[in-house]
């Protein structure tokens, strides 16, 4: 079996860093293509797979084909493979807001096409990815993809209307959660912390903080409720970000990125 990846940025290496390093498949049977010569080489070095500049012999040989182009490429990628794409290949689109009905028009009516939408912290195997189907696609070789896409951290299955807010509150959101860390460090150096310590402190906390989310199954209120002691200093800090509106800036951030995503 072939898998196949026409570009090969950060989050296809993260596909398959996190798929060969969980021995899903084996570097002989993952081929990927780039734009430029140069690229292919370092590809090469860096995963150990094969790596080319040809999309087409890519998309000849996939049996899961990844589009892993940004989403302004797509339309030129489909051009370039359209005719040389097997009846029974599984086309696995990572491009934001292209959606099933834009992919099959491009690729395909009766083509097997999977969206998804993964996030950065797959490049060091924390990553969620959404997964959308269509009709034509087996349960079993859903399976097979979220068991790839799960090599990096966690994948699930959601309707289509839900990944483009998958796309907003797991894959833009780091970015706001990096402003978050910079912010706390920030407060903290101006009080007298060295930087670098301030970053580690900051970050940590809102690594173990996510953690208990996750692992202790309790409401982010009651979490936090549990760290705000009456009269204390952290419901002080509280009423600072409820003033600022933290939460309505949020929310807003959020809802920006899926109207955006939607307007693709």
């Not at 898998?3 to 596909?15: E, Q």
């Not at 290949?89 to 834009?102: D, E, H, M, R, Y």
Request: charged share 20%.
């Amino acid at each position: 079996m072939k898998f196949g990846f026409i570009g090969c940025g950060n989050m296809a290496s993260a596909v398959i860093n996190g798929a060969l390093k969980k021995g899903i498949v084996t570097r002989e049977e993952i081929i990927a293509s780039v734009k430029t010569e140069s690229s292919a080489l370092k590809v090469q070095d860096t995963l150990g797979i094969t790596c080319t500049i040809d999309n087409l012999a890519v998309a000849s040989q996939a049996d899961y084909l990844f589009l892993a182009v940004k989403p302004q490429f797509c339309e030129e990628v489909a051009d370039q493979i359209r005719d040389s794409l097997k009846k029974e290949q599984v086309l696995v689109s990572i491009a934001a807001g292209k959606t099933l009905a834009w992919l099959k028009e491009h690729f395909g009516q009766n083509r097997k096409i999977i969206r998804t939408m993964p996030n950065t912290p797959a490049l060091v195997g924390e990553g969620i990815t959404g997964v959308c189907p269509d009709d034509l696609v087996s349960q079993e070789e859903i399976s097979k993809v979220l068991s790839l896409l799960g090599s990096f951290g966690k994948a699930a299955v959601v309707t289509e209307p839900i990944l483009d807010i998958v796309g907003a509150v797991s894959g833009s959101s780091p970015a706001f959660v990096f402003m978050f860390i910079e912010a706390l460090a920030d407060g903290a150096v101006a009080e007298g912390m060295p930087r670098k310590q301030a970053y580690e402190f900051a970050a940590q906390s809102v690594l173990g903080s996510a953690k208990m989310v996750l692992e202790t199954g309790l409401h982010p209120g009651a979490l936090k409720d549990m760290v705000c002691s009456p009269g204390g200093t952290t419901i002080e800090g509280v009423n600072v970000l409820e003033k600022e509106g933290m939460r309505s800036a949020v929310m807003d951030a959020v809802r920006a990125c899926i109207a955006k995503t939607r307007k693709l």
